[in-house]
């Protein structure tokens, strides 16, 4: 595996699979790398000649108030990782390489479905995640990026600025990769304690009852009443529990398939996860 830490660096690596039409598959990380990012890395390694994966903690979608600065780095180990998944170039910026040093006069706002769920409590992520997804395509120009459901407001963002901008790419969605237990696997378990780590399996647990609800025809409303009282008891200081239409649209009753969307804390630490409910007629 090849490491490139500029752009430069990268493209003259990228020349010769270019040149030969070779199918290029990318994966976007902000590293301190899990089985979730390593799956993402198989699923390009399976369809994709060339993977390349980068690693940047992007700074344009942190919140003055997020973890920026704390946020896990751990390239030599996600280094190995990648090598022994395969991965082919390793891309590894710098923020001034990202971002230049000439003042950045260029925003990309995706709207409505960015104003919602996680874009509430988080005013300019989505724009921040717009600009270094758009900025990391026009980089690397695979064929193919592949980008996870766990976050799937993300993902419908990223499809959205790529339609709405006729960026050449196919975006891939890939499906939350869980620890045993359930929970979804995050860079930001790791900032859990022993006893939040072991109560965290909760938001899966109530996302799967409130599934089994839906099928036997429980109310929608009901059943998000259910959850949020759930994460109360079990100690969780809930952002939002939603559902939405898998577009992001708005529903207010079970008549189509849904996406049951969770967003909660543990003391510090901000937890999300999602699960879709497929509708069928003959529910309740
Ligand atoms: P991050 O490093 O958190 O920016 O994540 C990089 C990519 O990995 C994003 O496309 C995430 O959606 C994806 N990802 C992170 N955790 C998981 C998981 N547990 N399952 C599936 N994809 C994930």
Redesign the pocket.
Known sequence: MKTETSIQGLSASLQTARAARKVIGF???????????I??VREARRLCDVVVVSIFVNPTQFGPNEDFDNYPRTLEQDSHLLAEAECDILFAPSVEQMYGSRPRLTNIRVEKITEDLCGLQRPGHFDGVALVVTKLLNIVQPTYA??????YQ??AVIRQFVQDLSIPVDIIG?????AADGL????RNGYLSEEQRNTAPIIYQLLQQAKAKLLQGVALDVVLNDVKQGLDQAGFVVDYVEARATNLLHVETFEQDVVLFVAAKLGNTRLIDNLMVKYSKSIG
Do not use: C, W, Y
């Not at 890939?174 to 869980?178: C, E, G, N, S």
């Not at 979804?184 to 860079?187: F, W």
């Open positions: 994966v976007a990380t902000m590293g301190n790398l899990h089985e979730g990012h799956n993402l592949f980008f996870g459901e766990k976050d993300q993902l890939v499906p939350i990769t869980r979804a696997l995050s860079s």
